[in-house]
């Protein structure tokens, strides 16, 4: 696109919102502060690197299609993940899952894992620039093969996932030490059954039980804080989840931790974007883990649908940005990765420009004014309003492709790089 053509369209769309009281340059500015948490597992399904060969997603996580080209090493994945960021604007962070450790082709046992098998992924982000995240990983392992790991009945195996949990938020704060950015540690359990339990208060009694030995270990919150993630049902997990949601967010409000909330993880017609200014107010911050529902699958690449928007909207509106951190977590193999991760990504950031280009405060004042009238008729116009002009302009301006050339980039990559891979 011309470049000449994509500075008029801005200005135009400059003062249209100018019109609405809304500062585009001020949008703009605002939307550079944010970082997103890209998860690493877009780029290998969800595999990791604890053996050669990526083994097969469990704990009801499933990632779909045979798309050549998938990441099989970490310098692969890291390439990947650089061409990745090269395609959108801003600077976002990573968010690695221990299974993702560095362990120079020996094998290491989850519960005996070191701040010295990320040093690597420490260097790698202090080289480019990011920060980094952290996820425990109770899932794809012999241990959890029979779908429970901190709530198991059995004691030994609690312990070995407890001991797993308390080196990673280990390696999270080493993290977040070294890089100068507060690393977030989620933890995310599969545990639950297929077909109805007799006993649901057991399991999570000793869920309750091993996250406070978790988290029994004082952090220093600027360099590392914690967050607990639910979910409403797994593949596998259809008739209980001992980590639901009601467990969780009573979990985090009473030890003061961070609540993790999956768009993916809820009934079909319950909206996450309504969750955050009814749970904010009792815990010290939500991580969001930003996806695409379907159906029974909760993990689908995420587009500009209406759920995005209205998340964002209220990210924007709360003027709480420094407590709720977004992160993304969707895998899908049937693409080419490095593509649904770009798509993902920059669907996020044009939904939050949007939200940033609204005319909250004349939104608002008819609202008080129970002018329902021109509230609706106002969230109708905004609409189409030229977002898009502002939006190719801000990729223009941080350098990287503006519409669909950044297909091109990834086209081009993998026919150089990808269709190598065996
Ligand atoms: C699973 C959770 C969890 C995982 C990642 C890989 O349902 O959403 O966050 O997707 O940790
Ligand atoms: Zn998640």
Avoid at 91 to 96: D, E, G, I, T, V
Avoid at 164 to 171: N, S, T
Avoid at 231 to 259: C, Q
Wanted: with cysteine.
């Amino acid at each position: 696109m011309d470049e000449s053509k994509i500075r008029a369209a801005y200005e135009q769309a400059r003062e249209r919102y100018a019109s609405y009281g809304v500062d585009t340059e001020r949008a703009m500015e605002r939307l550079a502060q944010v970082s997103l948490s890209v998860h690493c597992w877009q780029g290998d399904d969800v595999g990791g690197f604890e053996t050669a060969g990526a083994e097969l997603a469990g704990g009801g996580i499933q990632a779909t299609g045979n798309y050549p080209g998938k990441a099989r090493t970490i310098a692969e994945l890291r390439q990947d993940l650089e061409k990745v960021f090269s395609l959108v604007p801003g600077r976002h962070r990573l968010a690695l899952h221990a299974s993702y450790l560095d362990n120079s082709g020996v094998f290491v046992e989850r519960d005996r894992i070191e701040p010295r098998h990320f040093q690597s992924w420490i260097d790698w982000a202090k080289q480019i620039g990011i920060g980094l995240d952290f996820n425990s990983t109770f899932f794809s392992h012999p241990k959890a093969a029979d779908g429970f790991t901190l709530s198991h009945p059995d004691p030994a195996i609690r312990e070995f996932w407890i001991a797993h949990a308390i080196a990673c938020r280990r390696i999270g704060a080493e993290m977040g030490r070294q890089l100068g950015s507060t690393t977030l540690t989620n933890v995310w359990i599969p545990d639950g059954y297929k077909d109805l339990p007799v006993d649901r208060w057991g399991p999570r009694e000793r869920l309750i039980e091993s996250l406070d030995r978790i988290f029994a270990e004082p952090i220093d919150p600027s360099i590392h804080v914690d967050a607990v993630e639910g979910k409403l049902f797994g593949i596998g997990f259809e008739s209980y989840t001992v980590g639901s949601h009601e467990f969780y967010l009573g979990y985090a409000v009473s030890r003061k931790i961070w609540l993790t909330l999956d768009t993916g993880h809820f009934h079909p017609t319950e909206q996450v974007s309504d969750k955050l200014s009814a749970v904010l107010w009792y815990v010290p911050g939500i991580m969001l883990h930003v996806s695409r529902p379907v159906r029974w699958d909760s993990d689908h690449v995420v587009i500009l649908d209406d759920e995005l928007q209205a998340l964002a909207r209220e990210i924007v509106r709360s003027g709480k940005m420094d407590r709720i951190r977004i992160g993304l977590d969707f895998f899908d193999a049937s693409i080419n990765r490095i593509a649904a991760w770009v798509i993902g990504i920059r669907s996020t950031l044009k939904a939050l420009l949007i939200a940033l280009l609204e005319p909250t405060d004349r939104l608002k004042e008819a609202e008080l004014q129970r002018d329902y009238t021109a509230r609706l008729a106002m969230l109708e116009e905004i609409k189409t309003l030229p977002w898009a002009a502002v939006w190719d302009y801000y990729c223009l301006r941080n350098d990287v492709p503006v519409g669909l050339a950044w297909l091109d980039v990834v086209k081009q990559y993998e026919r150089e790089v990808l269709s190598q891979r065996g």
